[in-house]
């Protein structure tokens, strides 16, 4: 008979960051539910890709950023809050929502990591046990990762080590209280949680639902990259692609289904290093009503195939339909291997490397360029000219994948100045860089429930 876990009920998940709640059930309710006591039960706690994978990942960030727009008719036809919400107003909101969905696979991490802490490691156990604590690890700090990002100052060397970021659940017990640590310790604990992973999780995964070596160093290589970190952020983008370095070539590939397809790409293709998908969050995002920005879409060459395969017209304007979960509603918003050869080449560049960076560019660029037509190769006068460009092909290949939030923040914080607009019937808003909006507003019920400070 097929074990039932005994996980978070839905009235649980409410609880997750809630200070001095009653201790969980004491007794079983149910003869046939089993307690998790073994390797196998914690694994398949990590398993279970509807609690730890799918529609998991914050996505009120990319709700806010520059790369759609609302017509008139969309806007007006949502809710007051989910306009407030596109227009960089704070509006209450409570369960469901980002916090509580992203703290559900941080709480099973740490169910699985206490459990294991009974569990006495062997000669004959010792790498599925290294696999759930790895695994767990990795969780934990993915998620973390997430929710900094969306809901923590962003990274600056001089503010960070006071700014508040999270509230960082070490332990499942749910009397421990919840506190607010710092930006600074949050990303912290994200780094050594992760580099621990790495000598405890195989190089490449049973499948991309499970972290890995490979993830491990993706995950390090974005933190880094975050806070601006070049050095340390190219030098594990460059160790992942040592163990997974594969791109599709658009002209044709098996994982390709279509170019024009409404679904264009395979999921779990050749790219993907580890896989997640985003929140649906407040729904701005719908493709049915999100447009693709202008700007955006006019700067993909005509002989440029992200262009096919990435959009398709609606109306006037052109909506997204090329995320790697082969879904037309949901986005992913794990790690492939496009965007690690983007991270390593702008690494490169800050380090001068301007040869090196070209080269990751130009060969992320030609597995996407019409082959009947000859690609001339991307040259760069100088490091500004190579980030110029290495920046705006990121913009280009992965929006919608969870990242363009993160990179505003960080390029902010370097003086880019970019600056959000929304015009909404006649009226623009804006959001400066750097504004305290970039910390987003925590859900309502957490602050009643817990007294932690909000945004």
């Not at 398993?47 to 790369?67: I, K």
């Not at 990259?225 to 040592?242: R, V």
């Amino acid at each position: 008979m097929k074990k039932i876990y005994v996980l978070l009920s839905m009235a649980v998940l409410t609880m997750i960051t809630f200070a001095g709640c009653k201790k969980y059930l004491d007794v079983k309710s149910d003869a046939k539910l089993v307690v998790p006591g073994t390797i196998a039960d914690l694994q398949g706690i990590l398993d279970d890709a509807t609690l730890m994978n799918l529609a998991r990942t914050p996505s009120y960030g990319e709700n806010s950023c520059d790369d759609f727009f609302l017509p008139k008719v969309n806007y007006d036809a949502i809710s007051e809050r989910m306009q407030d919400i596109y227009r960089w107003k704070k509006s209450p909101y409570r369960f469901a929502n980002d916090w509580s969905t992203a703290y559900l696979p941080i709480y099973n991490a740490n169910l699985c990591l206490d459990l294991l802490g009974g569990i006495l490691r062997t000669s004959q156990n010792g790498r599925d046990w290294d696999n759930v604590k790895g695994s767990a690890l990795f969780f934990r700090s993915y998620y973390f990762y997430f929710l900094t990002v969306n809901f923590g100052a962003a990274y600056d060397v001089a503010g960070s080590p006071t700014d508040p970021g999270i509230v960082l659940r070490l332990v499942s017990d749910f009397n421990v209280r919840s506190v607010r640590s710092s930006v600074q310790d949050c990303l912290d604990r994200v780094i050594v949680d992760t580099k621990e992973s790495l000598s405890l999780l195989p190089e490449t995964p049973l499948n991309p639902l499970r972290p890995s070596r490979a993830a491990a160093l993706a995950l390090l290589s974005r933190v880094y990259l975050y806070m601006n970190d070049y050095e340390h952020a190219a030098m594990y983008a460059d160790e992942c692609l040592k163990i997974k370095g594969g791109l599709m070539d658009y002209n044709g590939d098996p994982d390709i289904i279509g170019l024009d397809q409404n679904i264009p790409f395979r999921r779990f293709n050749k790219e993907t290093i580890f896989y997640t998908e985003m929140y649906a969050g407040f729904g701005l995002l719908n493709t049915t009503r999100a447009k693709i920005d202008t700007a955006l879409y006019a700067s993909y060459s005509a002989n440029d195939l992200r262009k096919r395969a990435f959009f398709r017209a609606n109306g006037l304007y052109q909506q997204f339909k090329g995320s790697y979960s082969s879904s037309a509603t949901g986005f992913f918003s794990g790690f492939a291997t496009d965007e690690l050869y983007l991270t390593r080449a702008e690494g490169r560049a800050v380090a001068g490397n301007l040869s090196g960076a070209m080269d990751d560019l130009n060969l992320l660029l030609r597995s996407r360029w019409r082959n009947t037509i000859a690609y001339v190769p991307v040259a760069a006068s100088n490091v500004e000219d190579a980030l110029a460009r290495i920046r705006a092909e990121r913009r280009k290949e992965l929006l919608m994948r969870n990242i363009r939030w993160s990179d505003i923040k960080r390029l902010n914080k370097i003086g880019a100045g970019i600056i959000l607009r929304r015009s909404v019937n006649g009226a623009v808003s804006e959001l400066l860089p750097n504004a305290p909006f970039y910390a987003l507003p925590l859900p309502d019920d957490i602050i009643a429930e817990t007294g932690i400070p909000q945004n």
